[in-house]
């Protein structure tokens, strides 16, 4: 398992980037020769110097300098695959980011997420729409994730966190630039309790447009469905959608009038298939894996690290059904470690009791299993 320094040096190796890193990331080699056989020329010869010579490594500065930053302040985090907070529905989607910067509350991460997104130039009713929206389910205890954009993005994140829940913003530079400069209160805010910032381009990175179009994959990765506020039919709203469901997330969208062009773009969703909504128990309807009482069942009593409790008596299944339910709502709703999590999950697979699903997990019908 690499360390939070290892996964430093390898955001930083040259010539390989978010995405070749995250392709190397998915082969799971081994440290460190695995990933030397496998790197591009460039990245390989720093690692080798890196590994060898650390102090004559031009990496020495850069790694020393974002150190200093992450100390520099509280609530400011490298995460990675192997960090106890790492969002595991981000394994869900086909390009994950190798690391995650962040700065705020973690615990703005817990499961259960919507994504909530929109045009920069909303009207009046988008607007309040959008900020019913995010207190209608920050009052279900759910958390909204954005973008920290002009118009509804922003609107949404600041009215969930207003009304005491959770918000999480993914940004298309550094998580200490903050962008658009209007937003800088909200900035401010998403740093504080219940609020975070999130980027997978390290601080001090200026936001670039190659970026917003690579930020969204992660605003609809990270929640269990999307919601198209209001949107032009040529909205970058809609990339986020189509994103969404390529990702086997939940697609909804808000109706609006025929003859408001902010509203066209919900509208064509809607045609093809996004679910229409008209508050917040049409979300909750189409995701009935959150649905279920806030008490949790007891954990297991443990003698050890390798003890485990009989799969009948296996707190996850009071949590499963016939709906696919996520990883990371499993650690939300029962405690458990993500790691314990799955060692769980695959007893309960090889005993018949449960198996894995595009969505999640479910619980299989039989003596054992059945709901």
Known sequence: MLTAREWLLLSRLPGLGAVGLAELVARSPAWPAGWLAVMPPEAATALRLWLEHP?????????????????????????????????ALLAQIPDPPPVLWAWGDLTALAPPRLAMVGTRKPTREGLNNAAGFARALASRGWGVVSGMALGIDGAAQHAALEAGGRSVAVLGGGVD??????????????????????????????????????????????????????????????????????????????????HNPQARGCLKLIRDGGVLVRDVDDILAELPAWNAPQEMPP????????????????????????????????????????????????????????????????????????W
């Open 177 to 258: 630039v903050i962008y658009p400069a209007r937003h800088r209160a909200l900035h401010e805010r998403l740093r504080e309790p219940g609020g975070l910032l999130l980027s997978e381009h390290p601080p001090g990175t200026k936001p670039h447009p190659a970026y917003f179009p690579r930020r969204n994959r992660i605003v609809t990765g990270l929640a269990r469905g999307v919601l198209v506020v209001e949107a032009a039919e040529r909205s970058g709203s809609l990339v986020s959608a189509r994103l969404a469901g390529d990702q086997g997330r939940e697609v909804f969208a808000v109706p609006g009038s025929i």
């Open 299 to 370: 954990a297991p009593r443990e003698t050890g690290d390798e003890a485990s409790p009989s799969c009948g008596d296996d707190p996850l299944l009071a949590w499963l059904s016939d709906t696919p339910t996520p990883v990371d709502a499993l650690v939300g709703l029962t405690g458990l470690k993500v790691a314990d999590c799955q060692r769980r999950l695959l007893t309960l697979e090889l005993e018949g009791l449960a198996a894995p699903a595009v969505g999640g997990w479910v619980r299989l019908p039989g003596p054992g299993g059945a």
């Open 55 to 87: 102090d004559k490594s031009p990496l020495r500065g850069t790694l020393d300098a974002d150190e200093a930053w992450l100390a520099a302040a509280p609530g400011r985090h490298l995460l990675h695959p192997h960090h106890p907070d790492w969002p």
